[in-house]
């Protein structure tokens, strides 16, 4: 799983108490506090916990989500916002400003369904969560609407990678294959031009990564096409499609040199080292020089100057986010719970806002660095 080198450092949170001394006035009111704190927990040891499965995960957001929703929403699904919902401040790292062995099948169809659920709920915290925010989002910090948009980009890019490698083992038709790469090369073009506006002290990294990806699998694309018209006899053009898969190719190798040389968020690698890079490297030039033998022996074409144009549209396998909402309310909320949080003794130094000068400590990740680079096949 080497092709995602790139991870932005996981975004780290103050702690909360949910103490809500004399707000709290019932037991109702006690027990959702208590619920919500260890609930909170939970979730955010599971982040760093490499036991911990889809499954783990989904149970742990929606038991603290569901309780989290009777501070948010009115009871009555009406419009109208909860009376809680300005009892508390939640702080946060910013992650701009502030690889693992060989997968089964079943791996990668759980890393491909994670990956457009994670799209999916960027993309639903885009359009239906961040507007609604007490705090207006700072520009080009986490949660603004061209980091988010990324983000959902570089999901479903990433997660199309699954597919590509999926499709090259099981030897589809290049055609097919050489157009999921030029659909994949379009998202990495996208996700980076949603972050050309950003101050490059902070994005620089990350922009060498997508647009690293982007030239590796437009040479993929142009690798594969060029196998296309290898079969269909047309063999000069073949080998101009070669020549441009080894002009990108040679772009990425450039690219992958810089990344390791950027400064900013996410690991220090060396990702023209790693097998999934060195394979099309070697694809591309044993491709070029099959054609350039055809050629000399059998067709005779002559080359052309221009590389052929990519109007490739992948009919299979095209990712989209999987639609996300956030679970319903918890049974525990019920009017009397809601009616047993007393606002009119909430204390007036608001103690519950966090100290301008309190740090948010960073997650402590874990090591998730491959003993051996096995070029992520799927087997």
């Not at 590796?216 to 694309?221: D, G, L």
């Not at 095209?318 to 049974?331: C, G, H, K, M």
């Amino acid at each position: 799983m080497t092709h995602w080198f790139h991870r932005n450092p996981l975004k780290a949170t103050a702690p909360v108490a949910f103490n809500y001394y004399g707000v709290a006035a019932g037991p109702p009111a006690s027990k959702i506090c208590s619920d919500l704190r260890s609930s909170r927990a939970r979730l955010l040891e599971l982040f760093t916990d490499l036991s911990c499965n889809p499954e783990m995960m989904k149970n742990a957001a929606d038991s603290y989500f569901s309780l989290l929703q009777g501070f948010i929403n009115s009871l009555d699904e009406s419009t109208q916002e909860s009376k809680l919902r300005y009892i508390q401040n939640f702080k946060w790292t910013d992650t701009l400003q502030g690889q693992v062995p060989s997968i089964t099948e079943d791996e990668a169809k759980e890393v491909h369904r994670s990956l457009k659920i994670a799209a999916g709920i960027f993309k639903h915290l885009k359009e239906s969560h961040i507007p609604k925010l007490i705090t207006p989002v700072e520009k080009g910090r986490d949660l603004e609407a061209r980091l988010l948009e990324a983000y959902v980009v570089q999901c479903q890019a990433e997660a199309q990678e699954v597919t590509i490698a999926r499709a090259i083992e099981l030897k589809h038709a290049p055609g097919l294959i050489a157009a999921l790469a030029y659909e994949t090369a379009n998202f990495y073009q996208k996700a980076d031009h949603a972050l050309s506006s950003l101050e490059p002290a902070y994005s620089a990294k990350w922009r060498k990564y997508l647009h690293l990806k982007m030239c590796f699998y437009t040479a993929y694309a142009y690798c594969y096409h060029g196998q296309t018209l290898l079969a269909s006899d047309k063999c000069g053009e073949a080998i101009r499609s070669l020549q441009e898969a080894e002009k990108f190719y040679a772009k990425a190798e450039v690219l992958c040199k810089e990344y390791g040389e950027t400064k900013g968020p996410g690991p220090t690698v060396r990702p023209s080292g790693h097998l999934f890079f060195r394979k099309l490297g070697n694809l591309v030039t044993n491709t070029l020089e099959k054609c350039q033998r055809e050629n000399g022996f059998i067709y005779f074409q002559k080359i052309p100057t221009e590389a052929p144009q990519l109007e490739l549209k992948a009919n299979y396998g095209l990712v989209e986010p999987v639609p996300f909402e956030f679970p319903p309310t918890s049974a525990q909320w019920t009017p009397e719970t809601l009616a047993s949080f007393d606002l009119t003794k909430r204390p007036k130094d608001d103690s519950t806002k966090p100290k301008a000068e309190e740090a948010v400590k960073p997650v402590r990740e874990p090591d998730t660095r491959p003993q051996k680079d096995t070029g992520c096949s799927i087997s």
